[in-house]
């Protein structure tokens, strides 16, 4: 009695009250702007192909046997290569620790943690605007939040100027996150060469940044020119962490399947800070599930089956289709805008 009288109802999600919204409204031309997931024409979800073909070949795999904390699985090497390339030095050195996480949400709350027990008294930066739930992730984790200039309503674009600034102006050694593509909520992204003005100042400065990559492939279809930021915070010898996501790029989103990795200066640091991630998750939720991870294991590792989930994402094969059904309508909005 009494124990739980003074709990209030938490603050509703502005992302899932989209939901609600969408799933009260009696009009038949509703359309959900919530949660932004591949959808058919009768609005249900879109398995990929790869992934069926995937289904098809761990049928009948031993899921019953957790995957163990402690044991690096392909699914993570793969993820690495994904973002900082697969022949860079990081990947051929080592350099990298890596582990899987609950999904893009659990990789950012992951390194928020470990953030909190290796910076206790540091910030975060964030876009201004930024995805809602980052503010409720490193709030969990008791660091305190800043943001940064990004979007300037009045252009519809960029604010360069001002986010410059804010970076100068950060103390030095601040942590920034970063929407490396496709950012969300704005859909507005730096240019190749912006990218490297903030990277250069990234180095005088000493900050460290975070990329939240929750949509690679989704900005430009190309898997690579998305991770172009990152790339370039890596030819500049940044250190930086990364969250990768497979919710959107494979349609997996119930299945909670991404990676964590923070680069370190060489294979022994990244020993030591994998076991700390490690210890992390191990307290949190013991160990993922393992049936996803290890479908997005074998797209990656099967050159048909990945090459396959290359041409699936890429968005330039929409607009193509629909070109070639005869559309006379132009869809090149498709391919030049930055869905997020
Ligand atoms: N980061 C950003 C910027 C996102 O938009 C999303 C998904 N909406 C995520 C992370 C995490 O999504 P999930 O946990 O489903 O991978």
Redesign the pocket.
């Known amino acids: 009695v009494g124990w739980w009288d003074h709990v209030a109802p938490a603050a509703k999600d502005p ?1 899932n009250g989209v939901t609600e919204a969408f799933l009260a409204d009696p009009s038949p031309f509703k359309i959900n702007l919530g ?2 997931a591949y959808r058919d024409d009768k609005g249900r979800p879109v398995v990929l192909q790869c992934v069926r073909e995937a289904e098809a070949k761990i049928a009948g795999s031993e899921f019953l046997e957790s995957i163990s904390a402690s044991v690096s699985t392909k699914m993570v090497e793969e993820s690495v290569k994904l973002v900082y390339g697969k022949d860079s030095d990081v990947v051929k050195e080592g350099r990298s620790a890596g582990v899987q996480a ?7 709350r992951l390194f928020a943690e470990f953030q909190r027990r290796f910076h206790p008294e540091s910030h975060i930066y964030f876009p201004d605007p ?2 809602s ?2 503010h409720n992730i490193w709030r969990d984790a008791q660091i305190p939040e800043r943001t940064y200039h990004y979007y300037d309503p009045d252009s519809k674009s960029l604010d360069f100027a001002a986010l410059m600034d804010d970076i100068k102006n950060a103390p030095d050694s601040s942590f920034f996150l970063f ?1 490396p593509s496709a ?2 909520p704005t859909g507005v992204d730096p240019t190749e060469e912006q990218w490297r003005e903030i990277s250069y100042q990234f180095k005088v400065k000493g900050h460290f940044p975070f990329f ?1 990559m ?2 690679q492939g989704f900005a430009s279809g190309d898997l690579d020119k998305d991770a172009q930021a990152i790339r370039i915070f890596l030819e500049d010898e940044h250190l930086i962490g990364c ?1 990768q ?4 790029s494979m349609g997996l ?1 119930g299945h ?1 399947v ?1 990676c964590l990795s923070i680069l370190c200066v060489d294979s022994k640091q990244a020993a030591a800070i994998r076991s700390q991630i490690q210890q992390i998750a191990r307290a949190m939720y013991g160990s993922p599930p393992v049936h996803g991870i290890l479908l997005v294991e074998t797209i990656l590792s099967d050159p048909n089956l990945k090459s396959l989930w290359i041409d699936e994402v890429k968005r330039t094969t929409l607009r193509q289709n629909l070109e070639k059904l005869g559309s006379s309508l132009n869809w090149e909005h498709i391919t030049n805008q930055v869905g ?1």
């Open positions: 992302i949660v932004g609950l999904s893009g949400t659990g990789a950012c930024t995805w739930n980052h929407h950012h969300n939240d929750a949509y969250a996501s497979y919710a959107k989103y909670r991404g997020s």
